[in-house]
């Protein structure tokens, strides 16, 4: 019973945490990415906010990839959620993307980063055609 309870806090604590993700945070993490991947010296919270950038961009990356899959096995290919056609999955670019997308539309930052994300690789990267 114990086990089961303190599952439920972290469960609790880190939805709460996860809730607090909007666009202004993912921005702020990945201001610190394009610094450092434009030549820039970062110090150690830059660091960590590099990581925290890449990490979610990398997750939401593979949840698109997952739904894709599980999507495509059951024959439903026309219900993906969000269809964006990179040419490579470069996190780096991703965080860029976003970074130009975010500092353009400013309205969108109070929305959850997942929403702000998805906005600004699909803008990016649209598909053409029958192009998946």
Known sequence: MRAVL???FVLAASIGAFA???GNLL???CTATVSRADGGH????MLRDDFKC???IAGFIDALDTISSVNKAAGKE???ALTICSPENKLEQFARV???YARAHPEDLHLLASDVLAFALHDAFP???GQK
């Not at 970062?42 to 919270?45: D, I, T």
Request: hydrophobic share 35%; with cysteine; proline share 0%.
């Open 6 to 8: 303190i599952a439920a």
């Open 20 to 22: 607090e993700r909007d």
């Open 27 to 29: 921005l702020h993490y």
């Open 42 to 45: 970062l110090n150690e919270e």
């Open 54 to 56: 890449l990490s979610y």
């Open 78 to 80: 026309d219900l993906r």
């Open 98 to 100: 976003f970074v130009k």
């Open 127 to 129: 598909c053409s055609g």
